[in-house]
C-alpha cells in the first residue's frame, strides 16, 4: 500500500504541474497574449493537455488507484477522498481518444481570441465554425462516456455532481413560477427607481483604483492574488497562493466593474481560503460551481447591494467620481438594485438574472441534444430573449456573443449561476442567526464574514460535496425557496 501510495501521489504531483503550466497560459490567452502570439500558445495548451491526459489515463496511475481501493479500509480519510477525486477525473476522459482530448484543448485555447474578435465586431459569422467544432467535439464526447435520462446530465455533472436535467427543469420551473408574477407587480404597482446616474461618466483611471480598494476591503489578499483586465470577467487559480482576479471596465457603466469586482472577488475569497492541508492536493479547489457561484453572488448581491454595505463607504467613492455629486445613498442604493429587462446578464439585477440564465440552459440542452445546430444560435437566443425578458437583441454583441463560456467548451456550467443564487439565499438565511451581518458591514468588520464563510465552506474544497456543505450549513438540502424569499422582501422594499 506504501509503495502505491507513493506511486499514486507522484503522478498526481506530475500532473499538476503540467495543469499548472496549461492554467499559466490560459492567463495569458485571455488577458496579455498579443493577437498574433496565441496561434502558438494555442498549441502548447493542446501539447500540454495531452501529457496530462496520459498521466491521468495512463497504466502507472490506474495501478495505484486499484491497489488502494483494495485497502481503502485503511487509508486517512483525506486520502480515500482524493483517491475518489482522482477516480472521478479518470472516469471522465478515459473514453475519450487522447488526440480528439488534445485537439478539443487546443481549439478551445484558439477559440477564446476568436470570440473576444466576434463580440468586438459584433459578428456571429465570426465564432461560428469555431463553436461548431467545439458542439460537436462535446456530442462527441457526451457519446464516448455515455449518459442517464439526457445527454445533458453528463456535461451537468461535471459542474455541479448529481444535478440533472429533470432538477432543473423543476427548479426553473418554480422560479419562473414566482419571479414572473412579481415581476409584472413591480412593473405595475411599483414606484419608478432613479438609475441614469449610473450610465455617467466615470474615468475608467479611477474605476481602477476603486476596483482593488473593493477586492481589498471584502478581503482578498493581494500578496496571494492580483486583479487584472478581460474581455469578460473571470477568476482563475493556480493554488491558495496565486488566485487571478480580472475585471472589465466601461466609462459608462459604474455596476460593470464595480459589481464585477466584488464577484469575482467572492470566488477569489474561496480560492484563498482553502484549508493548508489540501492545497496542493487534488482537493484544493471549489467543491462546485454551484458552491462557488454562491460565494461571488453573495458577496456581489447579498453584501454588495446592500444599502449596509455602502454606508461606511458611499461617502469616499461620492467624493472621488463627479457623476455622483448629486446622488443620495438611499438613491445610490436603490439605483444599483433597479430592476428592469436587459440584455447583458453581467449587468442584470437579482429579479431577472434568473430568466437570463433560463435562456442559456435551454439552448445548451437542445444544441447537445442536437435539436437545433449553432448557426440558428443567434435567431433561437433573440427569440427565447424576447420571451423570457420581453426585450430582443438588435446586434450579435448584445446577443448571443456577450458570454465567453462556450469558446472555452464550458456548456453545463451556466446552470451554476442559478443554483449559486439559491445556495446563497440559505446560506445567509443561516448565517443571519448568528452573525449581525448589517452591523459588520457598517462597522466595516467584514472579517467575521469572511472568517464564518472560511470554516464553514472555503477550508474543505472538494473534502465535501456540495450536498454535505448545504447540509451541514442549513441542516436541509438545496431548497430555492429561500432565494424566492429573499427577494420578495428586498425588492417589496424597495419597490412597494
Known sequence: MKLAMEKFEKIIEEK?????????????????????????????????????????????????????????????????KMLEEVEREIDKIKKIPAVEYSRYNELTARAQSIWAEAREKSDFKIFEEALREIVEFQRKFVGYRGWEGHPYNTLLDDYEPGMTVEKLDEFFGYLRGELVPFLKRIATEGRELRGDFLERSYPVTEQRELSRELAEYIGFDFDRGIISESAHPFTLNYDRNDVRLTTRYEERCFSSSVFGTI???????YEQGIGEEIASTVLGTGTSMGIHESQSRFYENMLGRSKSFWKPLYEGVKSRFDALKDVELDEFYRGINKSEASLIRVEADELTYSLHI????????????????????????????????????????????????????LFGYFPSYALGNAYAAQIYNTMVKEIDIEKSLEERNLSVIKEWLGENIHRWGKGKKPAEIIEDISGEELSARYFIEYLKEKYSRIYL
Open 358 to 409: 433560463m435562456v442559456r440552459y435551454e439552448i445548451e440542452k437542445m444544441l447537445i441534444e442536437g435539436s437545433i445546430e449553432v448557426e440558428d444560435l443567434p435567431r433561437i437566443w433573440n427569440d427565447k430573449m424576447e420571451e423570457y425578458l420581453g426585450i430582443r437583441p438588435e446586434t450579435d454583441g448584445e446577443g448571443v456573443l456577450q458570454d465567453v463560456h462556450w469558446s472555452c467548451g
Open 263 to 269: 464577484h469575482e472577488g467572492g470566488h477569489g475569497l
Open 16 to 80: 499538476r504541474m503540467v495543469d499548472t503550466a496549461i492554467t499559466s497560459l490560459h492567463w495569458d490567452l485571455e488577458t496579455q497574449a498579443p493577437k498574433k502570439g496565441m496561434e502558438l500558445l494555442s498549441g502548447v495548451v493542446g501539447y500540454l493537455s495531452s501529457k496530462s491526459y496520459e498521466l491521468a489515463t495512463g497504466t502507472a496511475l490506474i495501478e495505484a488507484v486499484d491497489t488502494l481501493n483494495d485497502c481503502k479500509n485503511d487509508l486517512e480519510p483525506v486520502r480515500v
